[in-house]
């Protein structure tokens, strides 16, 4: 929202989103939040999802104790939790099954305002992590489908050392 000094938005606002991405044909969509369960952000999702769209979401900071949160926990997106330079996952991330990655995510360099730099920790920053390799896929690979993109990461991916399921 323009008028807030701080990054929130409504869900009419995020659904507005989701439906200029589809109608500009976007490959992949990130998404760098989180929140309750929302009927129709499900919906949408699932639109996205059927249209082909790789969705991928940050599991949130929440804590290991937060109940799943949304879109990552939706059925159709791609959930990924941060891990620190050791492996680990990040203390102040998100659990659960739902969880299907894990990326870099704690003392990352990103770019800031005024053309600086910062170090910055979250999900997020493992999503973005995880959006740009599938870029990189659908460039070499265009017909991949969302299930493949799944199968191909998950399949991929390293399990980390002494995490169980429950706490990816």
């Keep these: 929202d323009e008028r807030k000094t701080s990054a929130e938005a409504t869900s009419f606002q995020i659904l507005k989103g989701l439906?200029?991405?589809?109608?500009?044909?976007?490959?992949?969509?990130?998404?760098?939040?989180?929140?309750?369960?929302?009927?129709?952000?499900?919906?949408?999702?699932?639109?996205?999802?059927?249209?082909?769209?790789?969705?991928?979401?940050?599991?949130?900071?929440?804590?290991?104790?937060?109940?799943?949160?949304?879109?990552?926990?939706?059925?159709?997106v791609i959930a990924v939790t941060a891990t620190d330079s050791a492996n680990k996952i990040f203390a102040m991330a998100n659990r659960g099954t739902y969880v299907g990655l894990a990326a870099p995510g704690v003392d990352i360099l990103v770019p800031a305002p005024g053309g600086t730099y910062q170090l910055t920790t979250g999900t997020s920053v493992a999503a973005a992590h995880v959006?740009?390799?599938?870029?990189?896929?659908?460039?070499?690979?265009?017909?991949?489908?969302?299930?493949?993109?799944?199968?191909?990461?998950?399949g991929s991916a390293t399990p980390i050392a002494g995490a169980r399921a429950e706490d990816t």
């Design 19 to 76: 439906d200029e991405a589809m109608r500009r044909g976007v490959k992949i969509i990130n998404m760098s939040f989180a929140g309750p369960y929302d009927v129709m952000l499900e919906r949408k999702l699932r639109e996205a999802y059927e249209k082909g769209i790789v969705l991928i979401a940050a599991a949130g900071n929440a804590g290991p104790d937060s109940p799943p949160l949304y879109p990552a926990a939706d059925p159709s």
């Design 131 to 154: 959006s740009g390799a599938v870029a990189l896929m659908l460039e070499k690979r265009p017909d991949l489908t969302p299930e493949d993109v799944r199968a191909i990461l998950i």
